[in-house]
């Protein structure tokens, strides 16, 4: 298997790149599925999209677009619920359906149930046909911490201490950041049938590095997607500092 990478100067030509990335791997299906994710990373693809109009959006409008997770015990209008960010940066801009825009139920009572019904959503929707995703300083993807398994489904999972940090910044403080959230598994993201991951900035260097580099490792979640056919890393020249040029150039990795 072999994962590419895509190097380009800032995060605005990482929005343009994987934004092209994302229109083929939509351009598949009569009604194509996006699986959309949060965080700041994957807003400038989002940006170039709209900007792409009508080609950028795809049919979208019919289309189920999953988000990878939810927080645990925060209610679905908490301004950095997924349902919420997803409504406002994503949403909004693409022209999607909200309706249609499936989101796990962190409220659920039953939150084992939540898990499984949002896994039959994907099923229902046919499966993702391009999944967005971002990448945690630690190397998680959704919110798969290290240690997860890469046949993982999609299940309750606990925030560690360093990525509650890095999410800090959304919430009033430290204390208001979720502890536990709903997230799709690494062997749920696996069965996209392709993955654009977008990093930009220098914090995220040792992470894309430990992702791309060696062989996958469950101390990085984001290394399991080496075992994908079709991943894309779009990385901006920092993200990208601690790849070896000679390697990891703007080439696929074998
Ligand atoms: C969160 C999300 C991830 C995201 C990561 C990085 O923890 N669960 O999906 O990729 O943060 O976020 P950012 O792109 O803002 O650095």
């Given at each position: ?7 380009v ?17 939509l ?30 959006r ?7 677009a ?37 989101v ?16 039959a ?93 060696g ?17 894309t ?22």
């Amino acid at each position: 298997m072999s994962v590419s990478v895509r190097i380009v100067a800032d995060a605005a030509a990482v929005g343009d790149a994987a934004a092209e990335l994302v229109i083929a791997g939509l351009g598949v299906r009569d009604a194509p599925v996006l699986g959309v994710a949060t965080g700041s990373s994957p807003l400038p693809v989002y940006a170039a999209l709209e900007r792409r109009g009508p080609a950028g959006r795809l049919g979208l409008g019919r289309a189920p677009a999953p988000a990878p997770g939810e927080y645990v015990g925060r209610p679905a209008d908490h301004p950095e619920s997924y349902r919420s960010v997803v409504d406002r940066e994503v949403t909004t801009r693409l022209g999607l359906d909200p309706s249609r825009v499936a989101v796990p139920d962190g409220t659920a009572e039953d939150l084992g149930a939540a898990c499984r019904r949002y896994e039959a959503a994907l099923r229902a929707a046919g499966g993702v046909d391009v999944q967005i995703l971002g990448i945690g300083s630690n190397g998680h993807i959704g919110f798969n911490e290290p240690g997860t398994p890469a046949d993982s489904r999609t299940r309750v999972a606990e925030l560690m201490p360093s990525t509650r940090n890095d999410n800090a910044r959304y919430f009033p403080s430290l204390a208001d950041v979720p502890e536990r959230c709903i997230t799709q598994g690494i062997g749920t993201i696996l069965e996209a049938r392709s993955i654009v991951l977008v990093a930009s900035g220098e914090a995220k260097a040792d992470a894309v590095a430990r992702a791309v580099s060696g062989t996958p490792d469950p101390t990085c979640p984001a290394s399991a997607l080496q075992a994908h056919p079709r991943v894309t890393f779009v990385l901006d020249t920092a993200a990208a500092s601690l790849l070896d040029p000679a390697r990891h150039g703007d080439h696929a990795l074998h």
